[in-house]
């Protein structure tokens, strides 16, 4: 089915460790975006890409660091992980404001 | 300041009435809003949305209303089913940002009892 694929859907990480969750999408979009969604907390914004090639700093980038090399791959990375980063991450796409498709999500926990 | 909020963290309704989802915003040059819904384990699907010129946007059991001198919207659901229970999220484009990038509510999980 046509859409955005997240892989891994869950990882449990020790702290300190690194890991890369892989976000893709065939729906020839030029934006992706990276979410993490807390308890009481909603969407927050970690990374952004306005096409291939380009990343921007979202809301929340500490910690994390984004590559899109190519359109249909978004990549979000974990040099040193922490506890504060147990969270559940989405990736999303779009071609404008209102086309946002949501991946199912990457449940992340450090321990 | 650009915030969109949603301070409703939960709301109860029983099945076939009225649900009332309200969101307030803090930058009234934004011009467009959306609503997202969420189930469990799953992302956000896009819901309804609204551009500043209108008041009012329906589809289906779906109505959201704009009173930008408010600086608020809600979400109606008539009549409320089992199956929109979820979490809302209201969102809106940054004044002045990326084209693409949303501002996120908290969201506010609805329960439908039937």
């Known amino acids: 089915n046509a859409g955005v694929t997240q892989t891994p859907k869950f990882r449990v990480l020790k702290t300190g460790q690194s890991m890369t969750l892989l976000c893709a999408q065939d729906m020839n979009h030029e934006y992706m975006y990276w979410y993490r969604q807390d308890p009481g907390m909603g969407l927050r914004l970690i990374h952004y890409?306005?096409?291939?090639?380009?990343?921007a700093k979202g809301e929340v980038p500490d910690g994390y660091n984004v590559s899109r090399l190519k359109k249909q791959n978004f990549l979000l990375g974990l040099e040193s992980a922490a506890p504060s980063q147990t969270s559940v991450y989405f990736c999303?796409?779009?071609?404008?404001?209102?086309?946002?498709?949501f991946g199912s999500g990457t449940r992340l926990t450090v321990v | 300041d650009q915030q969109v909020k949603q301070n409703s963290p939960s709301l109860s309704v029983q099945e076939g009435r009225i649900s009332i989802l309200n969101c307030d915003y803090t930058?009234?040059?934004?011009?467009?809003f959306l609503w997202y819904k969420k189930y469990p384990a799953e992302g956000p699907t896009f819901l309804i949305s609204i551009s500043s010129i209108k008041d009012k946007n329906e589809d289906g059991r779906f109505t959201v209303f704009l009173n930008k001198s408010a600086k608020h919207l809600s979400l109606h659901i008539v009549p409320s089913q089992p199956g929109d229970s979820a979490v809302y999220f209201c969102?809106?484009?940054?004044?002045?940002?990326?084209?693409?990038?949303?501002?996120f509510g908290k969201g506010t999980k609805l329960s439908v009892k039937p």
């Open positions: 890409s306005v096409g291939e090639g380009t990343t």
């Open positions: 969102a809106a484009p940054p004044y002045g940002g990326s084209q693409g990038n949303l501002i």
């Open positions: 930058n009234s040059m934004f011009d467009y």
């Open positions: 999303a796409s779009s071609s404008h404001r209102v086309g946002y498709t």
